[in-house]
């Protein structure tokens, strides 16, 4: 149950891209369509962005996406606004109804 | 409202044992999976625990053995036991609800364990 790996950080002006990339191995992320994003901002509860690769829960801007392509998963903010800065957490399943999160992206908004 | 919210956490020495609660409101605990995940300070998200509807349960291997979750159906409550606590497990504990197909849409903001002496 190793944790995924993401990037400690990534940074963007107002309206540029930032992708965060999430990697796994066969036996989490690529094994299974079931990869989630998070957004953790401090003292809050976490938020959930993205569910299933790609699917956006009610609510959540069209400016987040997801995809995954083998082992590894990305979740791209288009058209970064100042209110998108905050912490950003990956998850899978695991199998045998294990659950893993990746070591988390602090975004920034220059 | 549809929430959770936690309960529990303190100053604990190390060895000690603490239950810590998790509240809902607005929907049934039990008709749902619903799981833990820590956060030590300065550090990602952990996931602890998960009990199915059908009362299954898994832990992660990092606690297997010290942890016990559990749910009081007429409280719509789920619990989380922790036994022979260890500095490591100082972190802020959220409970969340899982949805199908393994993600979890409602969190609560935690209740901050520490364990020192």
């Known amino acids: 149950q190793s944790a995924l790996t993401q990037p400690p950080s990534a940074s963007g002006s107002p309206g540029q891209s930032v992708t965060i990339s999430c990697t796994g191995t066969?036996?989490?992320?690529?094994?299974?369509?079931?990869v989630s994003w998070y957004q953790h901002l401090p003292g809050k509860a976490p938020k959930v962005m993205i569910y299933?690769?790609?699917k956006r829960p009610s609510g959540v801007p069209d400016r987040f996406s997801g995809s995954k392509s083998g082992n590894t998963a990305s979740l791209t903010v288009s058209g970064l606004q100042a209110e998108d800065e905050g912490d950003y957490y990956c998850?899978?399943?695991?199998?045998?109804?294990?659950?893993?999160f990746g070591t988390g992206t602090k975004v920034t908004v220059l | 409202e549809v929430q959770v919210v936690e309960t529990g956490g303190g100053l604990m020495q190390p060895g000690g044992s603490l239950r810590l609660s998790c509240a809902a409101s607005?929907?049934?605990?039990?008709?749902?999976?619903m799981t833990w995940v820590r956060q030590a300070p300065g550090k990602g998200l952990e996931w602890v625990s998960v009990?199915?509807?059908?009362?299954?349960?898994a832990y992660a291997d990092s606690v297997k053995g010290r942890f016990t979750i559990s749910r009081d159906n007429s409280k719509n409550t789920l619990y989380l036991q922790i036994n022979s606590l260890r500095a490591e497990d100082t972190a802020v504990y959220h409970c969340?609800?899982?949805?199908?197909?393994?993600?979890?849409?409602?969190w609560g903001r935690g209740t901050l364990v520490t364990v020192s002496s």
């Open positions: 969340a609800r899982g949805r199908p197909n393994w993600y979890f849409d409602l």
């Open positions: 607005g929907f049934t605990v039990s008709s749902n999976y």
């Open positions: 009990i199915y509807s059908d009362g299954s349960t």
């Open positions: 066969s036996s989490d992320v690529g094994g299974y369509s079931f």
């Open positions: 299933e690769v790609s």
């Open positions: 998850s899978s399943y695991a199998g045998s109804n294990n659950h893993v």
